[in-house]
């Protein structure tokens, strides 16, 4: 993390704050307080804010503020933003069905590693992940923290249609297509729940500062909460302070 925070124009209505070059969580829960402190600030000619890995992109209409003004309101409201923790978060639980048709790069995975299938199983549901940003498509989540013991390189040739839900490997990330997409990720498993429902109340399901965990199913319960799911009517688990919550 840099010693002071970095104020970068881009363009004539954006701003970035760049805060480090380099991903980790001690940047993104400074990221998430930043963006909680502007949230709640209401500065003037603010339009939009965008958190990435390392840095905030602030857009606002320059013709209600200046990018000088705004970049001194900026820096006073850091001073005044705690470091540390940023505050309580989210274990989000996605139960997923691993290998067979729904994974089906799972044992290149694991031959690619030189470990058997069910320790990739094992060592993917092994951690929580946090979830960086949001971005690719609608819902999905860069995820980091996974072991390298199961990193694996992209696809030489990606796949044109990726079905929505299923979970994937490319170097020392692993992630969540939300949405039917192409992509050239390892494809080691599927949810059966929606990380992304435009018809529903809350359409996105994953948020930046949540950590995701993933919890492998049998075939049988895939398809129970499928059908659940597209009632709308299964409950995801959400773990904060250590007290499971429930999300439609």
């Not at 999905?140 to 996974?146: A, E, R, S, T």
Request: proline content about 6%; glycine content about 10%; overall charge negative.
């Amino acid at each position: 993390m840099y010693d002071n925070t970095k104020y970068l124009p881009a363009g004539d209505s954006s701003v970035f704050m760049e805060f480090g070059n380099s991903i980790s969580p001690k940047i993104n829960a400074r990221i998430r307080n930043v963006v909680k402190g502007i949230e709640t600030s209401d500065i003037k000619g603010v339009t939009e804010l965008l958190p990435t890995y390392r840095s905030i992109q602030i857009m606002y209409n320059p013709m209600e503020i200046e990018y000088d003004e705004l970049v001194g309101i900026l820096k006073e409201l850091e001073t005044s933003i705690p470091e540390g923790d940023a505050g309580d978060y989210r274990i989000v639980e996605i139960p997923t069905l691993y290998g067979g048709e729904y994974g089906p790069d799972i044992e290149f995975v694991a031959e690619h590693n030189k470990i058997s299938v069910e320790e990739v199983i094992k060592i993917h549901t092994s951690t929580d992940y946090l979830l960086y940003m949001l971005g690719f498509t609608p819902g999905f989540g860069y995820l980091g923290g996974m072991s390298e013991k199961i990193a694996t390189p992209r696809l030489k040739t990606p796949r044109t249609k990726i079905p929505a839900g299923t979970a994937g490997i490319a170097g020392t990330q692993t992630g969540i297509y939300p949405i039917d997409s192409p992509g050239g990720w390892q494809l080691i498993g599927k949810t059966p729940i929606k990380l992304y429902d435009p018809l529903g109340e809350a359409p996105i399901l994953l948020r930046a500062g949540d950590y995701v965990r993933f919890v492998n199913i049998t075939e049988e319960e895939f398809f129970e909460i499928q059908k659940l799911a597209e009632q709308r009517k299964y409950n995801v688990n959400i773990i904060i302070n250590g007290e499971v919550r429930s999300h439609e």
